[in-house]
């Protein structure tokens, strides 16, 4: 943990220097606010008397060079309850092909986190059920370093990232302490244009505090299988993902396609399926299988609404967020969830 902060400390302390003595800085943000309503089970901060529109936030990004080859970054997440450090890093471009980072960087795992915080560059309001925050299976970020490495390997540009540390402290109430990660993740670039191809993995332990033996921790061990295609017009996305910890295994994926009509007209679709506990997966308080029909609608390029109905069959994410208690959920429910997102 010590290590961590220090580094964490190491990698702020240089995003603010640069930020006050740095010429070319870059400042970026993303904004966006839900509105859900979810008639017939709770979900998020909705429930079957009460819309919610409680989901929104602002994110302001910082990029500041600091010398020829070294930059630090920096984002701050604002909701109306808090003020969180989504990432703060220095790179180092080693030379053209290796960069090197040090602090709190974004987590290289599938495509979503590429963007999770960037709701505007989504397809949908509501992000896979792979990356819901309750599953904890795709962290956002993590405090250590990483190395990126590009080669032309014949099929396309391959990129290597590779990387150490640990993942950010749980949320107050857990026993879990996080003590080490590692992962990597493998991206090709294909010679078909906007088709990318991605495997990631990483290992993650955690000490129980709960338990006196410091000896006493569980490992989380994770992959993930990517296909991500763009053009113009299409946009299609397809994970397979599988967690396990404890002896518990997860397992989730999705197949998502939007197609651009008329230049501003985005209609989509997405089926999840997710499965919470692979020994209870006949039981629905520990699946979830959801379809997802939306429109979106770009106004410019810094603002875009939508609006996106979910049909579910099971209540895996809901049981795993704690709203709802094993057993006692509706097999069959439904919500709605709409957005207006912001770029700059």
């Known amino acids: 943990m010590k290590h961590s902060c220090g580094v964490l400390a190491a990698a702020v302390l240089a995003t603010c220097t640069g930020l006050v003595r740095a010429e070319g800085v870059e400042i970026h943000g993303f904004a966006y606010q839900n509105y859900l309503r979810s ?71 599938g495509v979503y986190n590429e963007i999770i915080d960037a709701k505007f560059l989504q397809v949908a309001a509501e992000a896979p059920l792979l990356y819901q925050q309750p599953l904890g299976i795709t962290p956002e970020s993590f405090n250590g370093i990483s190395v990126n490495l590009e080669y032309d390997v014949g099929l396309g540009m391959a990129g290597f990232d590779l990387y150490a540390g640990q ?46 033996s410091t000896l006493d921790s569980v490992t989380r061990n994770t992959w993930v299988l990517s296909t991500d295609y763009k053009s113009d017009r299409l946009d299609l996305k397809s ?25 501003n007209w985005q209609p989509y679709a997405r089926f999840d399926n997710l499965v919470t506990d692979s020994a209870n997966s006949a039981d629905p308080s520990y699946y979830q299988k959801s379809v997802v029909v939306g429109l979106n609608y770009t106004i410019n390029s810094n603002v875009s609404v939508r609006a996106e109905r979910h049909m579910n069959r099971g209540y895996g994410v809901p049981v795993a967020s704690e709203t709802v208690h094993a057993g006692e959920g509706k097999p069959r429910w439904s919500f709605f969830t709409a957005s207006v997102n912001f770029i700059f």
């Open 39 to 109: 008639t017939s089970l709770p979900y998020k901060e909705a429930g079957p008397n009460r819309d919610s529109f409680e989901e929104a936030a602002v994110a302001l990004l910082f990029a500041a060079p600091l010398g020829e080859r070294i930059k630090s970054w920096t984002q701050l997440h604002m909701t109306g309850e808090q003020v969180r450090l989504d990432w703060a890093f220095v790179d180092y471009r080693f030379s053209a092909s290796t960069i090197g980072r040090v602090g709190r960087i974004k987590l290289p795992i």
């Open 167 to 212: 993942t950010l402290e749980p949320e107050e109430g857990s026993s879990l302490t996080p003590s080490r990660l590692i992962g990597g993740r493998v991206t090709l670039q294909t010679r078909v244009p906007g088709l990318r191809l991605m495997a990631s993995a990483y290992s993650n332990k955690f000490v129980d505090t709960a338990i006196p």
């Open 239 to 263: 994970e397979y993902g599988v967690s396990r910890a404890g002896g518990r295994k997860t397992k989730a994926w999705y197949v998502q396609g939007g197609y651009t009509v008329a230049e």
